[in-house]
């Protein structure tokens, strides 16, 4: 059986090798199958985020980029690390950024955009409607 990790991974070289972004529509669904569903009350889902954090090997984090109500983006994170494959460890209100300098400041980024991919190791793919709203 494929762990989570792997499966996770397999979806991000897949987006990148391909340069097709729609390949991470693959992750609510699988995350949603895990017990990890999306915010129902508390802003529309506009981006789903993969990224390959530089300051530990063998780790992978999906975001998922809301706006809220009062039209501010904010960002959840779940990591999945190589040595322990199958846990999915969360991580909102800004919290991974005491885990991971890297990320200092992304949680709350106001100036996003429909990028598909950067050149830090993330793919990006936008879900929301075409207006944005």
Not at 17 to 40: E, F, H, M
Request: hydrophobic fraction near 30%; aromatic fraction near 10%; charged fraction near 20%.
């Amino acid at each position: 059986m494929t762990t989570k990790y792997q499966q996770i991974i397999d979806i991000h070289q897949q987006a990148v090798a391909t340069s097709d972004a729609t390949q991470l529509q693959r992750i609510v669904p699988l995350l949603d199958a895990w017990g990890i569903r999306t915010r129902q009350d508390d802003g529309q889902l506009l981006w789903t985020n993969l990224s390959v954090p530089t300051s530990i090997a063998g780790t992978i984090v999906i975001g998922y980029r809301y706006q809220k109500r009062d039209a501010s983006f904010t960002e959840d994170l779940f990591e999945l690390n190589q040595s322990s494959p199958d846990k999915v460890t969360p991580y909102f209100k800004g919290s991974y950024e005491d885990v991971r300098a890297e990320y200092a400041r992304t949680h709350k980024q106001q100036n996003v955009d429909a990028c598909s991919f950067t050149s830090v190791n993330t793919c990006c793919l936008y879900v929301g409607q075409k207006n944005g709203s």
